[in-house]
């Protein structure tokens, strides 16, 4: 009988879920709640374009064009990708479009039952004979709502995107108190270019956040407004982001991006000498941080715009808080058009924003909430079952628990592809694809419950020592090798995947170090 697998979102996880599904004969169907494949790259600003170099974000088996010769592609042209490689692999059929799934239920054991399994879903195996989820899908061109019944769910609905964060505040301090407008950047990233310039054009404009969209709306504000409605740039934590990937001329890429470096980073599961060579190199991870930061400074002046962070670039890497710069940023700043400004916490008041400690407002017509997304909650909301929801968010003090970054060990025949972070998602998203098709095709079983929530455990000590209060993201970033080698070793592969000694350790692994050989 063909398994049928229920793929919720068709943005580059859910895609690349599709195909590997497809390899192992497998049934795919596929829900997106847009009309268009992309996932968040569909909603994009204008001026977004990749955050990590194209090297590190192509599909194993299907190269960038020839005539892409950016090293960072704008959205289009990423969004171009991404379709050529759908319909390359002919996985446009498999997709229902404009498609929601309100909610997913488990049919076929009770909770008393799940929560005293010691093997995934009761035997360890992928499916069930007894065992089915049911999907409660509402179209949004008719409205009717419709069950479909499938063996396996694998949840692509990434993290940043649907349900964004909107900060607290006391009574009559919130955006409710401000006579102009407040939007999420979600809303922003959702008009038309036309629409969004002229929602800013001579107004002035207040962004909240430090990350890459509010980098991005901030410089459209520029390009709309210039100098004489500034843009003011509301930030908590100043971060190390990046002019390029070239400090002081060295590959960024050979200093985190392959396996020596990893030996300077404590790991989860390591063994007592690979322990005491990575405290042995602490010196050594200090240099490297120090190395990149320095030059950090140097390119954007930080020191003189009051910008540089506290933390470490070991810290930055290991939590994905790295972006690259908007060019001509701080340009902007030493212009006039943006004005930086450092706010621990803010309020609204009638003509704008009260920062802490100060006794003037920041007068404004508009502010654009550059916050983040609830990704747990977006995760928690998908399950009917308070059960699964429990399940799924963990303990208050520790990252969402999923085994190798994609199972949840005491839910049942579903998997989680695209949550957790690394420095390149495409990369991440592929090799996880592949490993969760080899399980359903029987190559390889899971541990018990019982070991697989020890691992989760030891990766959450991890995250909370290098990431610090960042570890709800779960990046992997500074340790994308030694993750992928768990990965490998499961799926019954070599995990050194260079040819000699040298290249093995000091050149920087990639997705085209996982081709199958």
């Known amino acids: 009988m063909e398994r049928k697998i229920g793929i919720i979102g068709a943005g580059v996880s859910g895609l690349l879920a599709c195909k590997y599904i497809l390899s192992k004969g497998f049934h795919p169907i596929v829900f997106e709640s847009q009309s268009s494949i992309g996932g968040v790259w569909t909603k994009a600003l204008e001026t977004t374009k990749l955050q990590t170099p194209k090297p590190f974000n192509q599909f194993s088996d299907f190269a960038w064009p020839s005539s892409v010769t950016e090293y960072f592609p704008d959205k289009h042209v990423v969004l171009n990708y991404v379709e050529a490689y759908a319909k390359h692999f002919h996985l446009l059929n498999h997709i229902k479009f404009n ?153 960024l890429a050979y ?146 628990p999923l085994y190798r970054e994609c199972i949840q060990p005491r839910i049942p025949q579903l998997a989680v592809i695209g949550y957790s972070e690394s420095i390149a998602n495409l990369y991440t998203s592929e090799i996880r694809c592949r490993w969760l098709a080899e399980l359903l095709d029987g190559t390889f079983k899971r541990p018990s419950i019982e070991e697989m929530e020890k691992d989760v455990r030891k990766w959450d000590e991890y995250l909370k020592q290098y990431s610090g209060g960042y570890y709800r993201r779960k990046c992997i970033g500074a340790l994308h090798v030694w993750y992928n080698d768990q990965l490998c070793k499961d799926m019954g592969w070599n995990p050194r995947r260079k040819k000699g000694l040298l290249a093995e350790f000091f050149e920087p692994y990639g997705p085209l170090d996982y081709v199958p050989s």
């Open 99 to 251: 498609t929601k799934v309100a909610g997913i239920e488990y049919e076929g054991s009770r909770d008393e039952e799940i929560q005293s399994w010691s093997l995934w879903g009761g035997t360890g195996e992928p499916f069930s004979s007894r065992g089915k989820w049911n999907l409660i899908v509402e179209d949004l061109n008719t409205l009717s709502t419709e069950i479909y019944q499938v063996d396996f769910v694998i949840f692509c609905v990434g993290r940043f995107s649907g349900l964004p964060n909107i900060p607290e505040f006391p009574p009559n301090k919130g955006p409710e108190a401000f006579h102009g407008e407040v939007i999420h950047s979600m809303e922003y990233a959702a008009m038309d270019d036309e629409k969004a310039a002229e929602f800013i054009e001579g107004k002035r404009v207040i962004v909240v956040g430090f990350q890459k969209s509010a980098l991005d709306i901030a410089m459209e504000c520029c390009s709309a407004n210039g100098v004489e409605n500034p843009c003011t740039f509301l930030h908590r934590t100043a971060h190390w982001h990046l002019p390029d990937y070239l400090p002081w001329g060295f590959s």
């Open 255 to 400: 200093m985190y991006l392959n396996r020596f470096s990893e030996l300077m980073v404590h790991k989860p599961g390591e063994g007592f000498l690979l322990g005491l060579l990575a405290t042995i190199l602490t010196p050594l991870r200090w240099a490297y941080s120090k190395f990149v930061e320095s030059d950090i400074k140097r390119k954007l002046h930080l020191a003189k715009h009051g910008m540089v962070p506290t933390h470490s670039f070991l810290h930055e890497i290991s939590s994905c808080l790295t972006s690259t710069v908007p060019e001509k940023f701080y340009d902007k700043v030493e212009d006039g058009e943006i004005k930086l400004k450092k706010a621990p916490s803010f309020s609204f008041c009638d003509n704008g924003v009260m920062v802490e400690d100060e006794t003037a407002p920041i007068e404004a017509e508009v502010v654009i909430l550059a916050t983040g997304f609830k990704g747990e909650k977006k995760l928690k909301d998908m399950f009917v079952s308070q059960t699964f929801q429990n399940f799924i968010v963990g303990s208050p003090d520790a990252a969402t």
